[in-house]
């Protein structure tokens, strides 16, 4: 899932100016995440309204990434999305430009901030558990991610600063080395972490920008 | 073959090595650095310029090794991982040869969330095993990381890399020491020895799997000034063993100066006759000035 954080009220108000604001969320992620769901979307409204913004309407698109889609949900807001000098978006930042591409004359303003890519560990508690790096190794390491949950990518071992199992730079969080020395070592496989990793093709995370699966674009 | 440093070469010779390590200064004043390299001149026979250490932006060590070089002392150029991608490592391997600095010690790096500037985007495009291996293969192969000729001139150097014995997973510190020394590590520095029976310990590991014939091992010293450099050493910084016993004695010393010192020397002592240990490299962080007296005092000098 895409985490995501509401930006603070203050700076969703500098934003916003005098209004009108139109208000969208999210039916997936940011509903996930309590940023952009139904409930999150009325309570904006509201606290917008008590300093005396007007909005002229709001929606959940489900999901806001997805272009055709919106045009489709959007088409029934069409009038108050005309009166609206603001949009504002509570959804992932791909979430916000795809609104974006569907705007006119308002301007679409984001009031989240888009974190990382991470698991649901409890209700309100997330964490990172990939990013993207578009050549995925976890099976060299028991299914654990090197790559996005150790500060510094180490693929062929921990750094050596970790404490009690914990890592040097966050306390509060596993070294990820350290849970996968613990996996592999009781799955018998801890010889496996000797061969050593060659450098990650880096051009898979940051040039790949578009995939079009034409065998499937074709099917209904 | 003939040695590509003089720290290759004393230690192909099977002659106990010296390093010790300058800190570049927090300027662009030469002096300082220089200052410090007279007063360690003579007293060991390689010296480490840090590479922004704890992530605090100094003077690179590219320059202090250059400046170093000039004085007609042999630097070891450390490079992390943190600050640089492949394109630029590869870069200052081919410069720091070009300059006639042969020694380079490979770090993956403090993260910059230690350092003085942590909003910095760290890169750790690659780490630092990769990083030995490419220097490897730059030198024997004399080909770059993606596999092209380097048609120029390949690098001479003599490659190095940390070793910590107190982190953990224990099992993975001597796995991981094993990994460096097959990607291409010609010796290794280790972490401080605070403890020492720790240490010995960890070199028997290291002799049961004969890694200590495979590449030359300089175990680290780092004296200390204060009771208040001994608590930051063993509560705050990270992958360092200060046994309680240490502590206690500094905690109750008179002269803290004068027991930091003393520790030091006794642990230099220890370490010089452990069976596979070739070298110590001694850290003094701001205390460059008490080296001298380590080496001297410890049987190691004239070098
Ligand atoms: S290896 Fe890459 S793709 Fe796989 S989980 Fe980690 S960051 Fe994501
Ligand atoms: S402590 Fe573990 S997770 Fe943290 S930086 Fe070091 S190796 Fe990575």
Redesign the pocket.
């Known amino acids: 899932m895409i985490v995501t954080r509401q930006k603070s009220f203050e700076d969703i108000l500098k934003q916003v100016d005098k209004g009108p604001a139109f208000l969208i969320g999210c039916s997936e992620c940011a509903t996930l995440c309590h940023t952009g769901g139904e409930e999150e979307i009325i309570q904006m409204k509201m606290n917008l309204e008590q300093k005396k913004i007007i909005v002229t309407g709001w929606i959940v698109l489900d999901p806001a990434c997805h272009l055709q889609n919106n045009k489709r949900l959007l088409k029934t807001h069409h009038d108050e999305l005309l009166q609206a000098k603001k949009i504002i978006v509570f959804a992932c930042g791909n979430g916000i430009q795809t609104v974006r591409e569907l705007a006119q004359d308002a301007d679409v303003i984001t009031g989240t901030e888009t974190l990382f890519l991470g698991e649901i560990k409890h209700t309100n508690e997330f964490e990172k ?10 099976d060299n390491y028991s299914g654990l ?1 090197p ?2 949950r150790c500060p510094k990518s180490m693929l062929n071992g921990p750094c050596g600063g970790a404490k009690n199992g914990c890592c040097e730079v966050d306390e509060e969080l596993e070294c990820i080395w350290d849970l996968v020395y613990k996996q592999l070592k009781s799955k018998g496989r801890l010889a496996q972490l000797k061969t050593i990793q060659k450098p990650k093709d880096w051009q898979k995370a940051t040039q790949t920008r578009r995939i079009v699966n034409h065998d499937r674009s074709q099917q209904p | 073959m003939t040695a590509r440093s003089n720290l290759e070469q004393i230690l192909n010779d099977g002659r106990f090595a010296v390093t010790a390590e300058i800190g570049p200064p927090k300027g662009a004043d030469p002096q300082k650095i220089q200052n410090k390299a007279i007063l360690l001149r003579g007293y060991a026979d390689a010296f480490n310029v840090t590479d922004n250490q704890t992530a605090v932006v100094r003077m690179s060590s590219f320059a202090g090794c250059c400046l170093l070089h000039q004085m007609n002392m042999e630097p070891i150029l450390q490079m992390t991982c943190r600050d640089k991608n492949r394109i630029a490592l590869q870069s200052e391997i081919l410069g720091a040869s070009a300059l006639d600095i042969r020694n380079v010690l490979c770090l993956t790096g403090d993260h910059q969330s230690f350092g003085n500037h942590p909003c910095a985007k760290g890169v750790y495009d690659i780490d630092s095993i990769q990083l030995i291996q490419i220097i490897k293969q730059m030198r024997d192969d004399g080909l770059f990381q993606n596999g092209e000729v380097i048609p120029a001139g390949k690098p001479i150097m003599f490659i190095g890399a940390a070793a910590n014995p107190y982190s953990e997973p224990y099992e993975l510190t001597i796995d991981r020491l094993e990994k460096k020394i097959l990607a291409g590590a010609d010796f290794i520095q280790t972490q401080s020895v605070f403890n020492v029976d720790h240490f010995l310990g960890w070199m028997d590991d290291v002799r049961s799997r004969g890694l200590d014939k495979k590449t030359h091992i300089l175990a680290g010293v780092t004296p200390l000034k204060s009771k208040k450099m001994t608590e930051r050493m063993k509560y705050h910084v990270p992958g360092v063993d200060v046994p309680d016993e240490i502590e206690q004695r500094m905690n109750n010393a008179s002269d803290e100066k004068k027991e930091g010192y003393d520790i030091a020397l006794d642990t230099m002592k220890q370490l010089k006759v452990v069976k596979g240990v070739h070298g110590v490299h001694i850290t003094a962080l701001f205390w460059e000035e008490i080296t001298p007296v380590l080496v001297k005092e410890s049987g190691l000098h004239p070098r």
């Open positions: 558990r990939c990013i993207q790096c578009g050549e995925c190794v976890v991610c790559v996005s």
